[in-house]
């Protein structure tokens, strides 16, 4: 009997143990889609979506937008990288993309490749503002004449403010994205690394928001993780960001240990997404102070494309800074 016990005191504690254990490599060098399902599972909800299959619903409070909430833009190697306060933010930020149901709200879609942000950007004299990609779109199509996005994705800012680290509080009302749209232009500027296949947003020029904030702007670098997770110290910003495989080595796709049912997942109330079509929260809690610190520019070219135009009629925007948003209650991590 005590060998028994002793036998099962031991599985239990393998079993511990490798649920503890950082998640490796496959032999192909990537890491598959199951960090995603155990590291997100904790903090919302795994679900089978139409046309996008395993997709994932943040448990979050009222008014919550991607790039938006829980977080702030820093300038990196890569360009403008969103700093998220979220402690699962190193992956729904930086991997894959974000649509938006009517129903259940904002849904995070993986995807395999990292980047500073997945976002198209737009500016003009006085404002600079961005918008999540949706699933299944690259950067060369989301540059393209035909593709859009709704006028309440965006988030606009004046110039100055674009790398404030409480830069919730300066959010432009979405009531005035669509005026702001037709005054702005995209910004068709990536940033490909040396050596690499990839290309990454870059957001808007250093030289501008410089010119607008009257200071040089101070740039942190990305530094890679071991395990899930980030964290924004001095002048590193320190990211779990792995070469991403969607299938095992053995072939086998992975899954979420737990899929919850689309029709018993809590819908959004009609206020929340009113609220989220309004204005984002303010930061959670931050486990680690937020600074910018000096550092390299990085290598970011400047692509200049026949789209890259002015759009729409020449209306006169306010170029006053916006009333401060008054703060509430922090969505939940």
């Given at each position: 009997?005590?060998?028994i016990?002793?036998?099962?005191?031991?599985?239990?504690?393998l079993?511990l143990?490798?649920?503890?254990?950082p998640?490796?490599?496959?032999?192909?060098g990537?890491v598959?889609?199951?960090?995603?399902?155990?590291?997100?599972?904790?903090?919302?909800?795994w679900?089978?979506?139409?046309?996008h299959?395993?997709?994932?619903?943040?448990?979050?409070g009222?008014?919550?937008s991607?790039y938006?909430?829980?977080?702030?833009?820093?300038?990196t190697?890569?360009g403008?990288?969103w700093?998220?306060d979220?402690?699962?933010g190193?992956?729904?930020?930086?991997?894959?993309?974000?649509?938006?149901?009517?129903?259940?709200?904002w849904?995070?879609?993986?995807?395999t490749?990292?980047?500073?942000a997945?976002?198209?950007?737009?500016t003009?004299?006085?404002?600079?503002?961005?918008?999540p990609?949706?699933?299944?779109?690259?950067?060369?199509i989301?540059?393209?004449?035909n593709?859009h996005?709704?006028?309440?994705?965006?988030l606009?800012?004046?110039?100055q403010?674009?790398g404030?680290?409480?830069?919730?509080?300066?959010y432009?009302?979405?009531?005035?994205?669509?005026t702001i749209?037709?005054n702005?232009?995209?910004?068709?500027r990536?940033?490909k690394?040396?050596?690499?296949?990839?290309?990454?947003?870059?957001?808007p020029?250093?030289a501008?928001?410089?010119?607008?904030?009257g200071?040089?702007?101070?740039?942190?670098?990305?530094?890679?993780?071991?395990?899930?997770?980030?964290?924004?110290?001095g002048?590193e910003?320190?990211?779990y960001?792995?070469?991403?495989v969607?299938?095992?080595d053995?072939?086998?796709n992975p899954?979420?240990r737990?899929?919850t049912?689309?029709?018993?997942?809590?819908?959004?109330?009609?206020?929340?997404m009113n609220?989220?079509?309004?204005?984002?929260?303010?930061?959670?809690?931050?486990?680690?102070?937020s600074s910018?610190?000096?550092?390299?520019?990085?290598?970011l070219?400047?692509?200049?494309s026949?789209?890259?135009?002015e759009?729409?009629p020449?209306?006169?925007?306010?170029q006053?800074a916006?009333?401060k948003?008054?703060?509430e209650?922090?969505?939940?991590?």
């Amino acid at each position: 009997m005590k060998t028994i016990i002793k036998f099962f005191a031991i599985l239990f504690i393998l079993n511990l143990s490798t649920g503890l254990l950082p998640h490796k490599a496959n032999a192909h060098g990537g890491v598959s889609f199951q960090v995603f399902y155990d590291e997100l599972s904790p903090y919302g909800s795994w679900v089978n979506y139409p046309e996008h299959g395993y997709a994932w619903i943040p448990s979050v409070g009222a008014g919550f937008s991607p790039y938006g909430s829980g977080g702030h833009w820093v300038f990196t190697q890569f360009g403008w990288t969103w700093a998220s306060d979220y402690s699962w933010g190193w992956a729904p930020f930086h991997y894959g993309r974000w649509l938006y149901d009517p129903l259940y709200g904002w849904i995070w879609v993986p995807d395999t490749v990292w980047g500073p942000a997945w976002v198209l950007w737009r500016t003009s004299p006085g404002y600079c503002g961005w918008a999540p990609i949706k699933p299944g779109v690259s950067i060369h199509i989301a540059y393209g004449p035909n593709y859009h996005i709704p006028p309440d994705w965006w988030l606009f800012v004046p110039n100055q403010y674009i790398g404030s680290a409480n830069i919730n509080e300066y959010y432009g009302p979405r009531s005035n994205n669509s005026t702001i749209i037709n005054n702005t232009t995209v910004v068709n500027r990536t940033y490909k690394p040396e050596g690499s296949n990839t290309e990454y947003v870059a957001g808007p020029d250093k030289a501008t928001i410089e010119k607008a904030t009257g200071k040089p702007i101070k740039a942190v670098t990305v530094k890679d993780s071991d395990k899930p997770g980030q964290r924004l110290r001095g002048e590193e910003l320190s990211l779990y960001r792995p070469q991403m495989v969607r299938a095992e080595d053995n072939g086998e796709n992975p899954a979420p240990r737990k899929v919850t049912d689309l029709k018993d997942v809590k819908p959004a109330s009609q206020s929340d997404m009113n609220e989220s079509r309004r204005e984002p929260l303010t930061h959670p809690k931050q486990e680690e102070p937020s600074s910018i610190a000096p550092g390299n520019d990085g290598d970011l070219k400047a692509q200049p494309s026949s789209k890259d135009v002015e759009v729409g009629p020449d209306r006169s925007i306010n170029q006053s800074a916006p009333r401060k948003i008054r703060k509430e209650k922090s969505p939940k991590r």
